[in-house]
């Protein structure tokens, strides 16, 4: 589409997006600074989870850590405890870790050079692009799911949109688009309109500022682009936990021995787990014996919970263990039920914890 669009014409365009963005744009806490640092961390929120949802974890995270300084010189446990039920922890791990790699090397500022930006851990193509662009306006374009599906409507592009080759011309044509004069409210002004105007399943053409320029619009095809991806089916999973607990009312927290460390607890603390095959129960207590050698006086059964991860519907199965004490286990902390919310845990265990607290 933009190959055909004369100079005058993406002119008109850039000059009628800038305007409704300037105009309209939301007051989102990572609009109010410049400050990379906090342009950063928002981005590494964002990714994977709604804004809504990362509203509040981004006020607390930066009252906790308002200087890349400050998350450099944290521990992990900490930096983890903030992230704690934002879910995705690698993202924190990572941002930890680069925060390290900024102050060590880059004088505590953000890099402005691309390649110095990439080689952040954590730092792809399009986290350097909005970082760079929305902190420093670097003329580079972002192109994410919003983006992608406003472009290919503006030049009625069919197709899969995450098919390589598509999203490599969808690349092109972005960055051919860029007003580079003003890249950081370009980039945004973008994002936001696939955010509020051109919605994926209704697109608002109604109130949207360039719908004289989009193909799809003129052609009567919004809603047939972009296609339906396939969805994934849902995989069921059933972990059962062990809340331990001995005669002084403690139980045991550990990081990395249950099942799922990946794909549920994310290497927090969690309660002893395993992926169940058949039976709950019987499974539960045949690992507790066999791995952390722990002799069971009774397992009682607590209310089951629900939670998803991606495509994986998980059931929660929460077991009570009395146990006479605890063994002696590296990576393992005692300490009572109501101050597991210390540590880093994922939402995963505050929903098993919920389930414990019920016990009398
Ligand atoms: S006219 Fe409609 S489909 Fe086209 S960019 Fe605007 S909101 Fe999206």
């Not at 110095?116 to 970082?131: E, F, H, Q, R």
Request: charged share 25%; aromatic share 8%; proline share 7%.
């Amino acid at each position: 589409m933009s190959a055909r669009l004369s100079s005058k014409a993406r002119n008109n365009l850039q000059r009628q997006l800038l305007g409704w963005f300037r105009e309209h744009r939301r007051d989102l806490p990572w609009r109010r600074s410049r400050d990379p640092y906090r342009i950063w961390v928002a981005e590494v929120m964002l990714q994977q989870t709604r804004i809504a949802a990362v509203i509040p974890y981004y006020d607390r995270f930066l009252d906790r850590f308002p200087r890349v300084e400050d998350l450099a010189r944290a521990r992990k446990t900490e930096v983890l405890k903030f992230w704690s039920g934002l879910g995705y922890y690698s993202r924190a791990r990572n941002l930890h870790r680069a925060a390290k790699q900024v102050v060590a090397q880059q004088g505590g500022k953000f890099p402005r050079d691309l390649e110095a930006a990439l080689n952040l851990p954590g730092i792809g193509s399009y986290m350097a692009a909005a970082v760079l662009s929305i902190a420093y306006d670097v003329p580079l374009a972002v192109l994410d799911g919003n983006v992608a599906r406003v472009l290919a409507r503006l030049g009625a592009i069919h197709g899969d949109l995450r098919a390589p080759q598509r999203w490599k011309e969808l690349q092109e044509m972005a960055q051919r688009l860029l007003a580079t004069e003003s890249p950081s409210d370009w980039n945004q002004a973008l994002m936001e309109l696939g955010e509020v105007i051109c919605t994926p399943q209704t697109p608002h053409c109604n109130a949207c500022p360039v719908r004289k320029a989009c193909r799809a619009y003129s052609l009567g095809i919004t809603g047939a682009i972009p296609q339906p991806r396939k969805k994934r089916g849902p995989v069921v999973v059933k972990i059962a936990a062990a809340i331990l607990r001995d005669p002084r009312g403690h139980t045991m927290l550990v990081r990395g021995p249950g099942a799922h460390d990946e794909v549920l607890f994310s290497r927090m603390w969690q309660f002893p787990a395993i992926e169940v095959k058949r039976n709950a129960k019987s499974e539960l207590a045949a690992y507790l014996r066999g791995k952390l050698k722990i002799v069971c006086g009774g397992i009682e059964v607590l209310p089951e919970a629900h939670h998803r991860v991606t495509y994986r519907n998980i059931t929660l199965l929460p077991y009570l263990v009395r146990v006479p004490a605890f063994p002696k286990l590296d990576g393992a902390k005692i300490l009572r039920l109501a101050e597991v919310g210390r540590l880093p845990v994922s939402s995963a265990t505050c929903k098993i914890v919920k389930a414990a607290l019920t016990i009398p």
